[in-house]
């Protein structure tokens, strides 16, 4: 995964509540296995119509609305059953932050455990970047060491992340990466293992 310390980008709007996971990727599509290639089934239901056609009237089909890194959406965002597929879409999409004023427990900590970051806000300062975000160009910077949020015009924000998930975005780290750094030691007690046997 790919880490960042600051990350400069367009906000979207997505101003819909208790989005589900099964709307964020359906479950025809969880038929594979890799965490690729989910990001052209990403809301799917939404972006399309029933012909296949892009749909006009869908925030992310939007001209305006393309190439964004940063989603913002209303609250209890990611709700529904577990499954980690959504926040996969969602990053092979192209996001690595969501705004919300809440998101559902599991889905959060999927987000944190595939390089998403998942930003909690008071629901009026999310009112207010969502109608900034409904006009183009809307751009904010996200600084995730100083855990703070600005957009050049006068607004600031500041988040919370728990110490061992910033480390682990800032760096790029999965928790199988995290092991692997303990490789050597790893070995050494396998060797020390076999000797006793």
């Known amino acids: 995964m790919d880490g960042f310390k600051t990350l400069h980008g367009k906000a979207i709007a997505l101003d819909r509540a208790n989005v ?13 296995i890799e965490k690729t290639g989910f990001g052209q089934f990403l809301f799917y239901d939404w972006r399309f119509t029933k012909e296949g056609e892009p749909n006009p009237d ?3 089909n939007r001209k305006e609305n393309q190439g964004a ?3 913002i ?7 529904g059953s577990s499954r980690e597929h959504a926040p996969w879409a969602l990053g092979d999409y192209g996001f690595k932050v969501i705004i919300a004023p809440s998101f559902a427990d599991i889905f959060h900590q ?5 390089g998403l970051l998942p930003i909690s806000l008071p ?8 109608e900034r975000a409904k006009n183009q160009p809307y751009e904010l910077k996200v600084d995730l060491e100083n855990e703070c949020i600005e957009d050049g015009q006068g607004f600031t924000a500041k988040f919370f992340i728990n110490d061992y998930w910033k480390k682990m975005l800032i760096n790029g780290w999965d928790e199988i990466e995290i092991t692997l750094q303990l ?15």
């Open 123 to 130: 629901a009026e300062t999310v009112d207010y970047l969502l």
């Open 110 to 114: 999927n987000c944190l455990k595939n």
């Open 20 to 32: 589900d996971t099964d709307q964020i990727i359906p479950k025809q599509f969880l038929k594979r």
């Open 69 to 71: 890194p940063i989603l």
């Open 73 to 79: 959406a209303n609250e209890n965002f990611g709700c």
């Open 58 to 60: 869908f925030e992310l």
């Open 183 to 197: 490789e050597d030691h790893i070995g050494n007690f396998e060797r020390k293992e076999i000797v006793r046997q």
